[in-house]
């Protein structure tokens, strides 16, 4: 069973930047999407960003919500996964998840719960005014 953990979040002001990080044990190495996810209080859990990764072909896709200020990278020297988020509004306020999925392709249409296998905790991103 794959196993998926987040790392990165605190507390930022407003404007300011952050770098999530996702890895995944071994077993994800059948998994080829990677995507980024966020929930804040009292709203539905929102798909956010995915990259196809190991024999995948790196494609990436960012929602047009956050495009523009949320970036999603591999990085092969940390074997993970990252989030970059700049200019950071209190909108942005929620837990972060990183989810991994069978799915050979990544693409927004398709970035949704049901589509992705395994999932981590969560790390609380808090953006004060």
């Known amino acids: 069973q794959a196993q998926v953990a987040e790392s990165g979040g605190g507390l930022v002001q407003s404007g300011g930047s952050l770098r999530l990080s996702c890895t995944t044990s071994e077993h994800a190495f059948n998994y080829y999407t990677v995507g980024w996810f966020r929930q804040a209080p009292g709203k539905e859990r929102e798909g956010l960003s995915c990259?196809?990764?190991?024999?995948?072909?790196?494609?990436?896709h960012v929602q047009d919500s956050v495009k523009g200020r949320f970036t999603i990278a591999e990085d092969n020297a940390e074997k993970s996964v990252y989030l970059q988020m700049n200019n950071l509004k209190s909108e942005d306020t929620a837990v972060y998840y990183c989810a991994v999925s069978a799915l050979t392709y990544c693409d927004l249409i398709r970035l949704r719960e049901h589509e992705y296998d395994y999932w981590g905790q969560g790390t609380q991103v808090t953006v004060s005014s």
């Open positions: 990259i196809t990764v190991g024999d995948g072909d790196g494609s990436t």
